[in-house]
């Protein structure tokens, strides 16, 4: 396992942008999965956005205003939100697959053996 930092959330409000950062501090496999996830009170955790090597993936409610990017030689991901609805707030979390099998989907938590503490995105209407 690796420890994850998220930062960068915040206040905005709607059609506004943010942009996340997760710093992994070890080293990371090259074909380690690193995603996003987001998560309201009571409710399950939901998946975002996902990359591994240059495959990347989106839930469709975020396709094409949220972009996720990694840095291997930083060990970084950054969710980049553009035009941000009040609906996607939530606090977010990034995730890393260290070893990734192909068993499950990146859209399941189950791959995923890192967490971070999570960051809080508010978007006021």
């Known amino acids: 396992q690796v420890q994850l930092e998220e930062s960068g959330g915040g206040l905005v409000q709607a059609g506004d942008s943010l942009r996340l950062s997760c710093a992994a501090s070890?080293?990371?496999?090259?074909?380690?999965?690193m995603a996003w996830f987001r998560q309201l009170p009571g409710k399950e955790r939901e998946f975002v956005a996902a990359?591994?090597?240059?495959?990347?993936t989106y839930a469709d409610s975020v396709k094409g205003r949220f972009t996720i990017s990694t840095d291997n030689a930083k060990n970084t991901v950054d969710l980049q939100m553009n035009s941000l609805k009040p609906e996607d707030t939530a606090v977010y979390y990034c995730?890393?697959?260290?070893?990734?099998?192909?068993?499950?989907?990146?859209?399941?938590?189950?791959?995923?053996?890192?967490w971070g503490q999570g960051t809080q995105v508010t978007v006021s209407a």
């Open positions: 995730a890393v697959a260290s070893h990734w099998s192909g068993v499950y989907s990146f859209r399941s938590l189950i791959p995923y053996d890192s």
């Open positions: 990359k591994r090597w240059t495959v990347t």
């Open positions: 070890g080293r990371l496999s090259s074909g380690a999965a």
